[in-house]
T-cell receptor, first 112, second 116 residues
Framework: GNSVTQMEGPVTLSEEAFLTINCTYT??????LFWYVQYPGEGLQLLLK?????DKGSNKGFEATYRKETTSFHLEKGSVQVSDSAVYFC???????????FGEGTQLTVNP | GAVVSQHPSRVICKSGTSVKIECRSL??????MFWYRQFPKQSLMLMAT?????????EQGVEKDKFLINHASLTLSTLTVTSAHPEDSSFYIC????????????FGPGTRLTVT
């Protein structure tokens, strides 16, 4: 079956540091890949997505590239801010309209 | 656009009572709505998928008689936790997929249920 594995957290960084959160996946087909962000006490917001190999999703300074050869979709940001503190979830959708499979989530804390 | 609301945002109920949580798509019609449960510091667990006008499809291990899901219209789905117990306390999140356009799921803000 499908699965998503994220790097274990929590991750604590200083403001303006570089961020990487690793995500790898297992899927039988060619899934779409997503990063969602969850702020405390809230639901999930789509951060970025990529629908095919070598696509790069980007939003709010965050980027992730769909790497089929390494089955990865690592999230990066060059300079994090305190406001980026949240839980980040990597997810895949095997086919358009099918269910989402989530990773475990990674708690990010950015200190001023 | 693509806003999903949930009501209530927080609810406290006594053990043995039932509580209903509403999930609404405010500016689009949702063919499919999903209900998730999230435990503290854990990922989302899909409980069930509901399609408008038909019975919900429950994930393995989810009691359909305890977690009643109704999707009566293209903009509303409800989750009723029947005979709630303290172990049902959790964060419940719904998401909705649009009837037309992109197949992206839009998530509600979640409902914190506490059973005392």
């Amino acid at each position: 079956g499908n699965s998503v594995t994220q790097m274990e957290g929590p991750v604590t960084l200083s403001e303006e540091a570089f961020l990487t959160i690793n995500c790898t996946y297992t899927a039988t087909g060619y899934p779409s890949l997503f990063w969602y962000v969850q702020y405390p006490g809230e639901g999930l917001q789509l951060l970025l997505k990529a629908t095919k190999a070598d696509d790069k999703g980007s939003n709010k300074g965050f980027e992730a590239t769909y790497r089929k050869e390494t089955t990865s979709f690592h999230l990066e940001k060059g300079s994090v801010q305190v406001s980026d503190s949240a839980v980040y979830f990597c997810a895949l959708e095997e086919t358009s309209g099918s269910r989402l499979t989530f990773g475990e989530g990674t708690q990010l804390t950015v200190n001023p | 656009g693509a806003v999903v609301s949930q009501h209530p945002s927080r609810v406290i109920c006594k053990s043995g009572t039932s509580v209903k949580i509403e999930c609404r798509s405010l500016d689009f019609q949702a063919t499919t709505m999903f209900w998730y449960r999230q435990f503290p510091k854990q990922s989302l667990m899909l409980m069930a998928t509901s399609n408008e006008g038909s019975k919900a499809t429950y994930e393995q291990g989810v009691e359909k008689d305890k977690f009643l899901i109704n999707h009566a219209s293209l903009t509303l789905s409800t989750l009723t936790v029947t005979s709630a117990h303290p172990e049902d306390s959790s964060f419940y999140i719904c998401s909705a997929r649009a009837y037309r356009g992109p197949s992206e799921q839009y998530f509600g803000p979640g409902t914190r249920l506490t059973v005392t």
